[in-house]
């Protein structure tokens, strides 16, 4: 069993995950290899590099196999792209399985390499422009958001930037950076107007996508976070954005955040009680962000109403 100990130590010096090579050093066959991981008492994490456990949860499986495939690919490669932007908690990109990773040029073998879902860039980058999450090798935040809105739509750049923003990866101070480090660059005219429309109030991709649907349906909310109090200032609910003088405010209901007995609870006392000061509540899903005119219609409808 010593070489389950001295394996268990080497993996945990590196992230959890070992090489085969490692794993063929320390007197292991290939045999066994194989053997551990159909028993499932390894997992595989990418070509060539196992967890020596089972399959730990998926978010932990998934940092381990980011970890795994950038060190494969050896000295100087760096996490960019999406993957870049899910190791520092940047919202707004549909899911992806798929690994983005740069490596230096000339890297002619890493092109042939039959890694599924990896996919290799060279990207020039400065050392300024690398950082590290939990010792993955990463592009920068700024770096990382710079690259994405000049590559995706307008929706998933500004949900982008507005994620960057709210959860204070970048600051409003940043974005001046950020026009520096789109100057020049293939799609440059369109990312500043997405960055015009940034706004770090919204919580969630799914308040940005109603924000922009109501914009580009001409009922642009004159509020977001919208506080709203009583007459002795007693706070009785914040609205995702709200249309003051209509006293009209949209929710923006993510599956999760709202689907506990307890955020169940609070959204229904809470709904009542801004009801009974007088507003009215229109609550939009990310279905409905998929219709073009279904929001703003119905924003219309309810600025239209008497009070």
Partial sequence: MGEFGELRRLAAGQGGFVAAEQALRLGFSRDQIRHLVRSGRWTRVSRGCYLPMAAPPEAALRRTRIRAVIRSLGPGAVAVLDTAAELHGIGGLRPSAAIHVSVPPPRPHVQRRAERRLVVHQLTLGPAEIGEVDGVPTTTPLRTVADLVLRVDRYPAVCLLDSALN?????????????????????????????????????????????????????????????????????????????????????????????????????????????????????????????????????????????
């Fill in 167 to 307: 959860r204070q990866i970048l600051a409003e101070s940043d974005l001046h950076l950020l026009l520096r480090q789109l100057a020049g660059r293939r799609g440059a005219v369109a990312a500043r107007r997405h960055l015009a429309e940034a706004d770090g109030r919204a919580q969630s991709p799914l308040e940005t996508r109603t924000r922009l649907r109501c914009v580009d349906g001409g009922v642009p909310p004159d509020a977001l976070q919208l506080h709203v109090r009583d007459d002795d200032g007693y706070l009785l609910g914040v609205g995702d954005m709200g249309w003051r003088a209509a006293r009209v405010i949209a929710e923006a209901d993510g599956r999760v955040p709202h689907l506990t007995p307890d955020a169940i609870f609070a959204d229904r006392f809470r709904q009542n009680r801004l009801v009974n000061a007088g507003w009215r509540i229109l609550r939009f899903t990310w279905a409905d962000t998929l219709r073009p005119d279904y929001i703003p219609a119905t924003v219309r409808q309810a600025l239209r109403q008497p009070r």
